[in-house]
DNA sequence: GCGTCCAGGTCTACC
DNA sequence: GGTAGACCTGGACGC
């Protein structure tokens, strides 16, 4: 037995795993890696990736409070999973399973109109080739939200280090490797001194608390941003009411919601802009916008994928 | 091995 | 409205 830092008592049952094979069907206009490999979630726990096998390997949580581990794979216009549990899975496991992870794919949403976009570009016709265009997140954007908070201000070693911890605070697990990533209320129940030095969140933990009590009370219902009928504008700005989210991470979450006419500008994709563009000279963010002005309402996932095109395209490294 | 410096985005106080 | 400094961590670097 071992104890999480706010003495929750964990088991370390040894139960035996149950396979099960799954497959979830893909619109022809989907492309598993790119979408898995789409930004950093991929790595961040309770996602994790091998990028030799091209397979997606992620811990959900159920509504009855079953937790799986699922490994994904491209197929054949399907995506096919084997799940690892240790209760046997209902049909109703399996729908919610199937429901999550479309969820995650973005399976649901149609790019039609970005590739058909794409296409009139002569720069930019390898994006509807290759079927690029979904990115990758998480089953709710309150993982979302807990993630790009501890991306802020921090390099990629300091960002996955709370987030790795941040699973030790729930009792649930499907193997000693396999945490889940834990609900809004069990966040709330931790102390702001667990998580500023336990998790490590440090200066983050306040916000990361009160992310937490407000969706665990329901006074922050941060699930209707993905349905929000609101202009991109006014949910820029509602997002941006929420403490430890600045305007980065307001428009890096907004892709994440399906909006894509923010570029998001950090110190990386800055110089990767310089680079591409300018030969390494620094220039105004103003300069970079107007560039991809001309792009509208998808000119923030036209510069993503721009600026990410060397992680699939060795002859652009 | 230890100490120092730096990068990273957001918040808050101040002008 | 704009700006400066604080926040915290881990990596890089020098000794």
């Known amino acids: 037995m071992e104890r999480d830092p706010d003495n929750v008592t964990l088991r370390d049952e040894v139960k035996p795993l149950r396979s099960t094979r799954l497959s979830i069907h893909a619109p ?4 598993f890696w790119r979408t898995v490999y789409s930004h950093g979630w991929c790595v961040l726990a309770p996602f994790s990736c091998n990028v030799e096998a091209k397979t997606l390997q ?8 079953n937790v799986v581990s699922c490994v994904l794979s491209a197929g054949s216009r399907r995506v096919d999973i084997v799940v690892q549990s240790h209760a046997s899975l209902s049909d109703e496991h399996q729908r919610e399973i199937a429901n999550q ?10 790019f039609s109109g970005f590739h058909h976009e794409a296409r009139r570009f002569p720069r930019y016709r390898w994006i509807a080739t290759s079927n690029s265009g979904r990115m990758l997140r998480s089953p709710t954007v309150f993982e979302d939200v807990v993630k790009m908070i501890c991306t802020t201000n921090s390099t990629w070693a300091p960002t996955t280090a709370p987030l790795n911890n941040l699973a030790r605070v729930d009792v649930r697990r499907v193997d000693s490797d396999a945490l889940a990533f834990p609900e809004a209320h069990t966040i709330a129940g931790a102390s702001e001194k667990t998580l500023r030095t336990e998790i490590r969140a440090g200066y983050r933990a ?7 009590q407000g969706a665990a009370s329901g006074k922050l219902d941060l699930e209707e941003w993905r349905s929000s009928r609101a202009t991109t504008e ?4 509602k997002m941006l009411t929420v403490k430890g989210i600045g305007p980065y991470a307001a428009g890096n979450l907004l892709r994440l919601v ?9 110190s990386w994709v800055r110089s990767q802009y310089y680079a591409l563009h300018h030969g390494g000279r620094k ?9 991809y002005e001309q792009y509208g309402t998808w000119r923030g996932l036209f510069f993503w994928l721009e600026m990410t095109r060397d992680w699939h395209d060795e002859k652009y490294r």
């Open 234 to 237: 006014e949910l820029f700005k």
């Open 206 to 212: 306040p916000y990361l608390l009160q992310l937490a």
């Open 58 to 65: 992620r811990v959900l949580t159920l509504a009855d409070g």
């Open 101 to 110: 992870l479309r969820t995650c794919l973005r399976l649901n949403e149609d």
């Open 258 to 266: 399906g909006r894509y006419d923010y570029l998001a500008l950090d």
């Open 28 to 31: 022809s206009s989907f492309n």
């Open 283 to 291: 220039v105004k963010d103003s300069t970079i916008e107007r560039h």
